[in-house]
């Protein structure tokens, strides 16, 4: 099975999803969580910590440099040796998704097949879970939106869409798909298997994935509750 790689943003149904994906195919050995996120792989972190970004303040240089595209060679050549020394060195896993690395995709496409997943900010962002509002506010900082006059929760939005159209515009230039999360979990049956079929059918991304028992699976575990009602953050957040 080729590995792949499912690329999204925090808290956007990629933990339920992507790992349903996994286990509707047989050949699939899914790494649960991000196996890129230095919080997320604590064996690999030291290493994982030079290169990629996430919440951690002392990743968030690099985080910097991929939302404002600032790479250079050097840079991508130190990525893909920690990717091989990390990744390439192991043969426990084939897919795997990842939530800090919404504008890696020129650095993974060589060696995984691609496909995302993005979810509304209208669903996305709870009026009481904070750690959701302090993962967008981390990319705020790292998008230099912190020196703005706008509110806390204007600028996890914001930060949320700029994340999202890294992603977005790195699926258009390297071609792969990206599933909508809100239809998958509320949409029609015909809207749910449109979105499947992105993974199978128009793109063949997922070797050997069971269509039918995917798309069965997904409407036996969707809930209302994984739909988030739009809100603000309560008052204790900061401001």
């Given at each position: 099975?080729r590995?792949?790689?499912?690329?999204?943003l925090?808290?956007?149904?990629?933990?339920?999803?992507?790992?349903?994906?996994a286990?509707?195919?047989?050949r699939?050995?899914?790494?649960?969580?991000?196996?890129?996120?230095?919080?997320?792989?604590?064996?690999?972190?030291?290493e994982?910590?030079t290169?990629?970004?996430?919440?951690?303040?002392?990743?968030?240089?690099n985080?910097?440099?991929?939302?404002?595209?600032?790479?250079?060679?050097?840079?991508?050549?130190?990525?893909?040796?920690?990717?091989?020394?990390?990744?390439?060195?192991?043969?426990?896993w084939?897919?795997?998704k990842?939530?800090w690395?919404?504008?890696?995709?020129?650095?993974?496409?060589?060696?995984?097949?691609?496909?995302?997943?993005?979810?509304?900010?209208?669903?996305l962002?709870?009026?009481?879970?904070?750690?959701v509002?302090?993962?967008?506010?981390?990319?705020?900082?790292?998008a230099?939106?912190?020196?703005?006059?706008?509110?806390?929760?204007?600028?996890?939005r914001?930060?949320?869409?700029?994340?999202?159209?890294?992603?977005?515009?790195?699926?258009?230039?390297?071609?792969?798909?990206v599933?909508d999360?809100?239809?998958?979990?509320?949409g029609?049956?015909?809207e749910?298997?449109?979105?499947?079929?992105?993974l199978?059918v128009?793109?063949?991304?997922v070797?050997?994935?069971?269509?039918?028992?995917?798309f069965?699976?997904v409407?036996?575990?969707?809930?209302p509750k994984?739909?988030?009602?739009?809100?603000?953050?309560?008052?204790?957040?900061?401001?």
């Open positions: 099975m590995p792949w790689l499912c690329l999204s925090p808290n956007s149904g990629s933990d339920w999803f992507a790992d349903l994906v286990q509707c195919t047989p699939a050995r899914y790494y649960h969580k991000e196996f890129f996120n230095p919080v997320t792989n604590w064996p690999h972190m030291a994982l910590a290169v990629f970004g996430c919440e951690l303040p002392s990743t968030l240089n985080l910097y440099r991929q939302m404002n595209r600032m790479r250079d060679d050097e840079d991508e050549a130190a990525m893909l040796a920690v990717i091989d020394k990390t990744w390439g060195a192991q043969q426990e084939n897919c795997n990842e939530v690395s919404f504008g890696n995709a020129e650095i993974f496409k060589d060696r995984f097949v691609l496909w995302g997943l993005t979810r509304s900010a209208d669903t962002f709870p009026p009481s879970r904070a750690r509002w302090a993962w967008y506010d981390a990319i705020a900082c790292a230099g939106l912190l020196s703005t006059s706008t509110e806390f929760d204007q600028r996890c914001q930060a949320h869409g700029l994340a999202t159209e890294l992603l977005l515009e790195d699926a258009d230039r390297h071609e792969f798909p599933l999360y809100d239809k998958i979990v509320s029609t049956p015909d749910v298997m449109q979105e499947i079929d992105k199978c128009t793109h063949s991304i070797d050997g994935v069971d269509r039918d028992l995917l069965r699976r409407f036996d575990e969707r809930r994984r739909v988030q009602t739009q809100g603000k953050p309560s008052a204790s957040l900061p401001s």
